[in-house]
């Protein structure tokens, strides 16, 4: 169902106020759009949160509390290392003129959010 000219109207103004009052909001979630993961962090944190999940197991099955309290700081220590944005790349590519980080126009392969991304873009620089 299409917004009407004045749910258009009201809704880009407060696209236009969010983009005035709330400026670091805009870019912390602008900045991770270029990001990519970093896989081998992901793969190094399953391993210990795997390995901690295994000393947990041993520590409880032996009764061993010292063992289990490892266990649980290693799987804690996994899912922070899976989890955690590298520094590595940490500067996303800056835009181009259109408004898009170096993609083709109209490329075929584009997904449904980088579409979606692309729209918003040029609708705000018509709007500005």
Same mark, same amino acid.
């Given at each position: 169902? !299409?917004?009407?000219?004045?749910?258009? +109207?009201? *809704?880009?103004?407060?696209?236009?106020?969010?983009?005035?009052?709330?400026?670091?909001?805009?870019?912390?979630?602008?900045?991770?759009?270029? +990001?990519? !993961?970093?896989?081998?962090?992901?793969?190094?944190?399953?391993l210990l949160a795997v390995a901690g999940a295994g000393a947990l197991i041993a520590?409880?099955? *032996?009764?061993?509390?010292?063992?289990?309290?490892?266990g649980f700081a290693l799987m804690f220590a996994g899912v922070l290392v899976a989890?955690? !944005?590298?520094?590595?790349?940490?500067?996303?590519?800056?835009?181009?003129?259109?408004?898009?980080?170096?993609?083709?126009?109209g490329h075929q392969s584009a997904g449904f959010m980088d579409r979606l991304n692309?729209?918003?873009?040029?609708?705000?620089?018509?709007?500005?």
């Open positions: 169902m !299409p917004l009407s000219e004045q749910e258009q +109207r009201l *809704l880009e103004e407060m696209e236009r106020n969010l983009y005035r009052n709330d400026a670091d909001f805009v870019h912390a979630v602008g900045g991770v759009r270029g +990001r990519r !993961p970093n896989y081998r962090a992901i793969v190094l944190g399953v520590g409880v099955a *032996l009764q061993a509390l010292i063992i289990g309290v490892v989890t955690t !944005p590298s520094k590595r790349g940490a500067a996303a590519p800056a835009p181009t003129e259109s408004g898009t980080a170096g993609k083709p126009k692309e729209r918003w873009d040029r609708r705000q620089e018509r709007g500005d």
